[in-house]
């Protein structure tokens, strides 16, 4: 089947597309491959016509406008778009007949909002306006100062609105909670006569408003710019701040025609000629890009990518939002990414998701789609990217997570993934944190340091009594993260075989290495303690901690001497040699992963609850 | 590259004390293995090469009947040359073949 929708392998393009995919999917319910075939067969309807529409819908619902406007029949509105076959009589149609009709209640309440603002002039749309609206209108601002004057102090009002202190202005929240009160009173002779009266200047108001909304005109009329941007889809985006028509100076007509040259991708428009710091946050801005070669990344390069700004603006729907954190997976393959960040979506929905567990909700929707389509999976690069904070102020926590094949071949093993996956006590800056451990294996970077941290933790706490109770729990964690360590940093060594075949089938080997490794520090480590096991817990910590400290400032020689001399008081011959020989081989010869071979020992002396490996 | 060489043949060489200590100190008994290795350990960690050459030599000369004896002198001897970065590596590799010695 031909695809309409393909990844193009620039990121910031392929995330608009699925959050196209996502957005179509979320206002009109169509999965990837229905969408496909509706725009083969009704391109010019599911751009002009439904995608304006599902956008405005979101960005409403988002916000918290349920209900608002009119609820809108899919089926019968994508009927009527077939009659009409130009791309501007498709989008006439939804602008008019739809989107406006949406955002009626919303700019009812944006116009309401203006005028509780008491430095707001409505004298000035006395020109805009008939002079029916106009006056109720007036009476709404007259109404409104007389009941904060004659009420301001009043205490039964205050108590209405909840309020300690008295009352100098009204805000949207204030009008909701007069107005549930007013309609839930059914005596109306206990209804304050001035409070009545502002509730049905309000009530008024509104009517008055609505209509004014539905019988727009659908052309401009000449009126002077400023007074024009009364009538305005009452929209703003933290992300794309004054981009095209969320510009707080644009009246709806000038939106209207924004939009549709966003759609048609009418590059002569100014807002659309470059992609910069306004299209994304995490585009540098035309003039802090300095580098000249660089410096028109215009959208002359994408010319043949006629939606470009459709899926620009969808940019942001490929996150799923969690606890304050946006994230979204993308890997080459826009059927794969999809699949994926579908089912996180629907586990995020279904499931109650702590802050800190996304990632391993995440991660396990991940594996699981791996698991599914096993046989591609190994193509892919896949790539998690999040960010806290968007917007042109300021960049919160971003992080592009790039997941190589090698730490991917690792995770699909379950006993790594689930050993990896958990949390570390850690002493932060003197603040006690977790540390997840898959994450930063993820992040690629060496696991070793956050045991190091947390054995700190285990040895520097205070009560020496409940240490001797105490057990280390995380000493399978800590032997899997010494030998994973191990395994990468020899492969970070090895780097004469880059080109030649063995490179391409080194990580189907190298997961059996890292067994082996797992096997080997195991056995290392219940040698030590079998060695050890007449000695008192005590004096095994008290070495387990010199011999620690030894670790932690990279002092081999010395961990060696701490370590020999105490095997030099053994007996039991037979069982220090093999030691003997580790030592030699494992930590004297090797200056590179010396500290992960010396894990198991310290594993050894330390109490911990560890079950038997296989 | 020469330095790396360098290092290969020395490491070589380090390996060959290992395999060679444990039979030039065989015969030892336990108690007088247990000393030497003991004194040995506080020399190498206070850094003194000279103390533990002295040291070290004393014990080998003792045993000058032994022809492993002999040939370790010979290998300590071509390392002594070396710069003092590799001395904490063949002295541990020494003390580590005394200690796997069979009595």
Redesign the interface.
Known sequence: MQKELEFTGNWFIDLGILGFVNLMEEVYGWDLERLNKEILSEKEIVFYGLFPVAYFKNWLLVRGYKGSGVEIVYEEMINRLKQFKAEQQIFNEVWWSYITSMFKEAWVESVIKKLLDKNQMYEKWRDLLETSHFISISNFVESLERLINSHGNDPDFKNLLGKKQEVKSLKIDDLRKIENYCNSTDREDLLDKDLSSFFKSLQELKKSLREHWENLPQKAIKINDKSRILFRLPIDHGFFKNFMFFNQNKNIWEQKELMYKLVKFDIDENSLQKIDKTVNKLFPSDKEFSNEAYTQFSTRNFENMDKLFVFLLCFPEAFNRVGGINIAFYSNSLEFSYKVNKRIKVVLNREDVKDNSILNFTWRQIIDTLWEYKASWALENMYLIQYRKLDNQSQQDVEYLGISKLQAEFIIDDKIRETLNQKIKVLEKGDRQYQWLLQEFIKNRPLLPIFYRNLRLYFSSKDSQKRRGGDFKNTNALIYAAALDKVIADLGIEKTNLFSNDFFHKSKSVLKETKDTIQRYFSLMFAIRELFSQESVDNKNSLAYRLFSRLKRKQK??F??EL??E???K?N?DE??PL??H??ENI??NDKTWQSEAIPIIAGLIKGGVSNEE | MRNEIKETEILSKIKLIKEKAPRAFSGVSESYRQKVVYNLLNIVRSGDMRQFLWTLLRLLNARRESDEAKELVKIINELYGYESKFFEKWAYSIIMGIMSAKE
């Open positions: 020689y010395p060696v001497n020999l001399k095997l030099n008081r007996d011959k220090v040699e003997i020989k030592l030699f004297l010869a």
